[in-house]
């Protein structure tokens, strides 16, 4: 039901993010077979086994270096992962009930923080970066493109990123945005307001080891 996203498991199982049924299914290449693999019972959040995992509209996904499947879980506000062996954990962000979910720097912006607690707003792209330790997620909430780092993905170890499970993991490295005035309508509090119109100097520093 309004299947959003495919990915290949392994060489005989293709995933499929079925976001009508807030479910993870997997077609057999071989005989043309499907069968759910984690979620199906219904909206909601769930860790855990797949058989009890729950999902609420699951979006894209993407394979990871240990074989784990990478999901942009959208209503739930969540980025996660399922590993070979069916269990599902959260890589980041909360939901909308979570005490954390309105950001006290941000208090215009609710479900946008960086950092080790880092939350996500409607998450619906995923894929993991080629050297196999960043995680770059679109998040629709605020049209923004992120990059969360730092994960071991070991290869056919199968296993959670990072080898126990990340929650909430830190979103690095970060591009530093500086708009020229520390408060105000030309302030980084301000801009992208709806409707907003300013001028400012824009300065962009980009980490040392990312390319221009």
Not at 150 to 175: D, E, M, R, W, Y
């Amino acid at each position: 039901s309004t299947p959003r996203g495919i990915a290949f498991f392994d060489t005989n199982n293709l995933a499929i993010s079925d976001t009508g049924n807030n479910a993870i299914k997997l077609l057999k290449l071989a005989g043309n077979t499907v069968l759910t693999f984690a979620g199906g019972s219904g909206a909601g959040f769930a860790d855990g086994d797949a058989d009890t995992a729950k999902f609420n509209a699951p979006w894209q996904l993407t394979s990871a270096p240990n074989g784990s499947l990478i999901i942009a879980d959208r209503l739930n506000h969540r980025v996660r992962a399922l590993t070979p062996e069916g269990t599902v954990a959260t890589i980041y962000g909360v939901g909308v009930d979570s005490n954390d979910w309105v950001n006290v720097s941000f208090p215009s912006f609710p479900g946008w923080l960086d950092g080790t607690n880092a939350l996500a707003n409607l998450p619906s792209s995923v894929l993991v970066g080629p050297k196999g330790t960043n995680i770059i997620v679109m998040e629709q909430g605020y049209h923004l493109i992120r990059q969360a780092g730092g994960f071991s993905f070991a290869a056919a170890v199968g296993g959670t990123p990072a080898g126990g499970g990340i929650t909430n993991s830190a979103v690095l490295p970060q591009n530093v945005i500086s708009f020229g005035f520390a408060n105000g309508e030309g302030s980084r509090l301000c801009v992208g307001a709806p409707g907003q119109m300013f001028i400012a100097q824009v300065t962009l520093t980009l980490p040392p080891t990312q390319p221009v």
